[in-house]
């Protein structure tokens, strides 16, 4: 579910758009989500990005660090020379604020008014759409799919997984709306690292051995390293963005590296990989005591000295 404002570019009539940069300066402090640095990248290729037409992209994920929850999408759809801000339902109260701020000084700066998804029509300076009811929907509507499985929606930082007592307790919430906005804020705030899937090939086609074929069986990887708070997911499966190149069906099993410093932690030669464990038999031997789930499907493993990851293998 979502809902979507419209901002005609009346200022020019090219079918080029604003830069990042530009974007990122209609209201302070805001940030691109969806910019990280990839592997073969440094951080002047991300610093050159800004400085290309938003046209060139799929959309910004826009949000102000430490504040917002899932915050909002910006795109531009050239053939209509329009500025799309579109908010997935339900988001948090700040990211409702902070999206309308950008919604109105992206509207005087493109001298234009705002339509929004269901027609209606708003000056910059009075945008009244009932964004709290807009929550609340949203939320009913979560809660009803989570009566039979886990809902899971996706913040700035990482995925929130929703069971259906969460949801109970959502809804007989005094104020459903701020009590799903300071869940959702502090869940993607958590002081830890998100721990990222990898994926290796266990039968490769002898053709493209660089390439995940369709019918390969696929290892799931995930590292647990000394001294560092993780979210891990208490049973594995493929996250959202990785499906588009990797099918639930064809992971065969999942592992996870379990990885100690010996040296300098800020160099990257002091890492070793202790051993891989099954994953069932990591969660197995993980003690209680360790660990803490933060909502229905992620738990956060606090930080793991040497030996507590040692014990691991020994138990």
């Known amino acids: 579910m979502s809902f979507t404002f419209t901002i ?8 080029n758009s604003m830069t990042l940069e530009d974007v990122l300066l209609l209201v302070d402090d805001i940030q691109a989500f969806n910019l990280e640095v ?18 060139n992209f799929e959309f910004l994920l826009v ?8 915050g909002f999408e910006v795109s531009f759809e050239k053939e209509l020379r329009a500025y799309v801000v579109r908010f997935m339902s339900p988001c948090s109260l700040k990211d409702w604020e902070l999206g309308l701020e950008f919604i109105k000084q992206l509207a005087i700066e493109c001298d234009s008014r705002v339509k929004d998804a269901q027609g209606n029509i708003y000056l910059a300076s009075n945008i009244d759409y009932d964004y709290k ?37 959502l809804l007989s919430s005094i104020d459903m709306a701020e009590a799903f906005s300071t869940l959702i804020t ?9 721990a990222k899937q990898q994926f290796f090939s ?13 019918d390969d069986e696929i290892l ?3 590292t647990l390293t000394q001294s560092l708070p993780t979210i891990l997911p208490y049973t594995p499966k493929v996250e959202y963005e990785e499906s588009l190149f990797v099918e639930q069906d064809n992971i065969s099993k999942w592992e996870i590296g379990l990885v ?24 197995e031997k993980l003690p209680k005591e360790k660990y803490h789930f933060i909502d229905a499907s992620y738990i956060l493993v606090k930080a793991m000295s040497r030996s507590d990851l040692e014990d691991l293998l020994t138990k």
């Not at 949000?63 to 899932?70: F, H, I, N, P, Q």
């Open 260 to 283: 100690v410093c010996n040296g300098d932690e800020d160099d990257y030669e002091s890492y070793e990989t202790l051993e891989y464990l099954p994953y069932p038999t990591f969660i």
């Open 133 to 169: 009811e807009n929550i609340e929907s949203g939320i009913k509507a979560m809660a009803e799919q989570a009566k039979n499985h886990t809902c899971t929606i996706y913040g700035i930082h990482h995925p929130m997984s929703f069971n259906k007592a969460m949801f109970e307790d």
């Open 220 to 222: 799931g990887v995930y």
């Open 202 to 214: 266990i039968k490769r086609s002898e053709e493209d051995e660089d390439r995940l074929k369709e």
């Open 186 to 194: 502090n869940h993607q705030n958590i002081d830890a690292y998100f």
């Open 38 to 55: 990839q592997d073969d990248e440094d951080e002047d290729d991300e610093e050159d990005r800004l400085f290309e037409p938003l046209s």
């Open 63 to 70: 949000g102000r660090e430490g504040e917002s929850a899932r």
């Open 8 to 15: 005609q570019n009346k200022k020019s009539m090219k079918e």
